[in-house]
């Protein structure tokens, strides 16, 4: 991944979520940015409706 500071994802997690099936080189560098995107999203709908705490409904 290429910025180890914002790595959420853990690659070996995503292997072996996956099974059998290959793994991308960069499909964790995607997985990780969609994350870091949808958890942006929520702290942003969270500090909305006035709260300090991100909750699942965020998402």
């Not at 790595?7 to 292997?15: D, E, T």
């Not at 560098?29 to 965020?58: F, H, Q, S, Y």
């Amino acid at each position: 991944m290429k910025d180890k500071e914002n790595n959420i994802v853990v690659r070996s997690k995503i292997k072996e979520l996956c099974g059998e099936m290959s793994v991308a080189a960069d499909f964790g560098d995607a997985l990780n940015e969609e994350v870091l995107r949808i958890v942006k999203k929520a702290v942003e709908r969270a500090k909305a409706n006035g709260r300090k705490t991100v909750m699942p409904k965020d998402i």
